[in-house]
């Protein structure tokens, strides 16, 4: 959305258009913020976060290891320690936050 600004400098009257997103409302709103904050625990308890951000790093990290060859990178989790993360725990937690999300888009 466009809006104008007016400002007077000097007795200068300057507009000038300024963007401002549109605020999300409502369920949606709700709905976005639950997943800005998601975590997920794979079956060997470790915690990762799965916001949007972090499972966009993890496909890439997991493209990467597969491209690779590597066995395992150091990964910080969602308690903010780091652990030696195989390609395997990658997948899972990837598999794992796809369902949360899908599962919080569709309450």
Known sequence: MLTKNIE???GII???DVYQPDQIQG???VRTENVSKLTVTITNGKTFDADEISQNRISRTIQAMEYSGTASVNWKLADNTMDLITLAEF???LQ???EAQAALWFQ
Do not use: G, Q
């Open 96 to 98: 794992t936050a796809l």
């Open 14 to 16: 300057k507009r000038r």
């Open 8 to 10: 007077i400098v000097n």
């Open 91 to 93: 997948k899972e937690v």
């Open 27 to 29: 369920p949606k709103a």
